[in-house]
């Protein structure tokens, strides 16, 4: 039997990066396919018979051809498989389409984008006339002037006389007033007009002159009217050049209105008024004085929240008859002061309420200590109005006044008091009641609720001389210029801070609010001193208190420009970047290809 077979061997192509280390040959080498093969041809003997049988076989050949397997390569070639091959130059259409995609990009970007981030970050500021709020502010637009006008009753006197007289005192009062803002205009007494049309009076005093024996002054406690008399040879005749009765009315109504001066006087010279304007003559002491007193006086409110308080340590009293006393004793007072300001009221009996201090005679520093918070429940604000506390406490406890120890009282040599002011809050009174007392009465209640409304008085600011009546047109005058001060401060402020912060936005309601305040401002300033005068006033304050703490502005005030920055970088830098690299990679590919364009065409014009 024949048999054949033939195995050709190729070698497969490997990367080579260099000649072996045993070749005699520099430079590279290859190992690829060869053209030798390497062929066996076997032929075995053919069986012709049976077992047994000598094997016969052909010749059998073998035949090897081969070639070296690594051959050194020519360096041309070498040079160029090495080299990458470049891409096909970009089609005009790709570079179209590409170029339309990032300008496509960066028009969304400029045409849609950038209007509407501009329309929800732009910040809304209102006109604001800053000028004259400035002005305002700086005391330009309105010098306070409280022309009071005194009516001058002399039914004893000929016309020329009172005349004389009237002119006289004129000319007194102007030698003795260094404040112009504070005029007092004499007039005669007229009953036609001294009384307005609605029913106020037009005068803030008015002075009878009354024949007697000696030159005296007495102010009636219950209507503004200053009663003087003067002996028959004191009044002026009509040619009389000079008067000792109107020298001697001239220094009563100097000493008449002087604390209201000084008051006025002290509100102006602590604010922004020019110099020239400011009244002189005010002392240290005084304004030491006056400084203390507003410091224990109540901001100024239209409504005040009165809390009636009875405590005690035991189980009794546990009734009193609050309402009564307050109708008898406080009412009167609360409706002089209704034009100023409008009261609520209520009360409360708390039992088994233990003070802070616990000895009989309670030391000056004992008093702060005395209210006990923790335990003792007093009201807070109610409905945004201030709260006057007024606490009657049941006990027998005093507190001493002179400037020996408190424990010495059983001496029978101490000073002692019943009752104290604390400023801006309220009143405490210890009210000593038999050990079996279960109800107060109204007689009990009585020096109580009198304290009650001279500590309400002096909260509210009032001042203290001169008649009630006196006192609480005083008082009017006094919160008209403080108001108006304050609104005019305020918008100040606010034209200040509009300044300041150019990237705070102004609403159309601070805008509303401003042209509103400066027109009551106005109209104060125009009818000062006069019951129209407080309420514009009044407007003012709350209208330029309402622009100056807007919400949208106050919570503005608090984010500073830096926060921007962090608030835009995490937004902007994955979109800025790809847009930005993708536009400079497309103006250098432009400005690379004009270039070649520019070389080709200098290479045609040389051929």
């Not at 022309?147 to 004129?170: D, G």
């Not at 406690?221 to 001239?250: G, R």
């Not at 400037?403 to 008091?417: C, F, P, R, V």
């Not at 300033?525 to 304050?541: D, V």
Request: proline fraction near 8%; charge should be neutral.
């Amino acid at each position: 039997m024949r048999c054949g077979a033939v195995f050709n061997v190729r070698l497969l192509q490997f990367p080579y990066s260099g000649p072996s280390s045993n070749s005699s040959v520099d430079g590279p080498w290859r190992i690829g396919p060869t053209p030798s093969t390497f062929a066996m041809s076997a032929r075995r003997p053919t069986d012709h018979g049976a077992a047994g049988d000598t094997l016969s076989s052909d010749t059998q050949t073998a035949t090897m051809t081969s070639t070296p397997m690594a051959t050194p390569l020519n360096p041309a070639t070498t040079a160029q498989t090495s080299t990458l091959k470049e891409p096909p130059p970009e089609k005009l259409s790709d570079i179209r389409r590409r170029i339309w995609v990032i300008g496509s990009f960066w028009l969304i970007v400029l045409l849609l984008g950038l209007p509407i981030w501009w329309k929800t970050t732009t910040i809304h500021r209102a006109n604001l006339p800053l000028k004259e709020m400035l002005d305002w502010a700086d005391g330009k637009a309105c010098r306070p002037v409280f022309p009071l006008r005194i009516s001058i009753q002399a039914n004893s006197l000929q016309e020329h006389e009172a005349q004389n007289l009237l002119r006289l005192t004129q000319h007194a009062l102007d030698d003795l007033n260094d404040f112009s803002g504070h005029h007092l205009r004499l007039q005669l007494f007229s009953p036609a007009a001294a009384q307005k049309q609605n029913g106020e009076p037009d005068t803030a005093l008015t002075i009878r002159l009354l024949p007697g024996e000696t030159v005296t002054a007495t102010l009636d406690p219950y209507e503004p009217v200053l009663d003087i008399t003067y002996p028959p040879n004191a009044a002026p005749s009509a040619t009389s050049a000079s008067s000792s009765l109107a020298t001697y009315v001239a220094g009563q109504l100097r000493s008449t209105f002087a604390e209201e001066q000084a008051i006025i006087s002290y509100l102006l010279s602590s604010n922004s008024i020019p110099t020239d304007y400011r009244p002189r003559g005010l002392t240290p002491e005084a304004a030491e004085s006056l400084a203390k007193r507003t410091t224990r006086s109540l901001k100024y409110a239209p409504t005040y929240h009165l809390t009636f308080s009875l405590f005690t340590s035991g189980p009794l009293p546990s009734s009193w008859d609050i309402e009564a006393a307050i109708q008898d004793y406080m009412k009167p007072v609360l409706d002089l002061l209704s034009p100023i300001h409008n009261f609520t009221i209520d009360t409360q009996v708390q039992l088994y309420a233990s003070p802070g201090v616990q000895n009989q005679v309670l030391s000056k520093d004992d008093l702060s200590s005395f209210i006990n918070a923790a335990e003792w429940p007093l009201s807070p604000s109610i409905g945004g109005a201030p709260t006057v506390n007024f606490i009657v406490f049941v006990g027998n406890q005093t507190i001493a006044l002179s400037s020996q120890n408190a424990q010495d009282s059983t001496e029978g040599g101490l000073t002692t008091s019943q009752s104290w002011l604390i400023p801006q809050w309220g009143t405490v009174y210890l009210l000593s009641l038999p050990r079996d007392t279960a109800h107060v009465s109204v007689d009990a209640l009585k020096q109580p609720l009198l304290t009650f409304t001279s500590h309400l008085l002096s909260l509210t600011g009032t001042p203290n001389s001169g008649s009630l009546p006196l006192r609480l047109s005083t008082l009017s005058r006094i919160r008209s210029a403080d108001l108006l001060l304050r609104a005019s401060s305020t918008l100040g402020s606010l034209a200040r801070l509009a300044l300041a912060l150019k990237s705070i936005s102004i609403p159309s309601s601070v805008a509303d609010g401003v042209t509103k305040t400066i027109y009551h401002l106005r109209r104060a300033c125009e009818t000062l001193g006069e019951a129209e005068g407080l309420e514009h006033a009044r407007i003012a304050e709350a209208e330029a208190e309402r622009a100056f703490f807007e919400k949208s502005m106050v919570g503005q005030l608090y984010f500073p420009d830096e926060h921007k920055v962090a608030v835009y970088l995490p937004l902007l830098g994955p979109v800025a970047v790809p847009l930005v690299m993708g536009m400079l990679n497309e103006l250098k590919a432009w400005r690379k290809r004009r270039r070649e364009a520019a070389e080709k065409g200098k290479e045609k014009k040389t051929e």
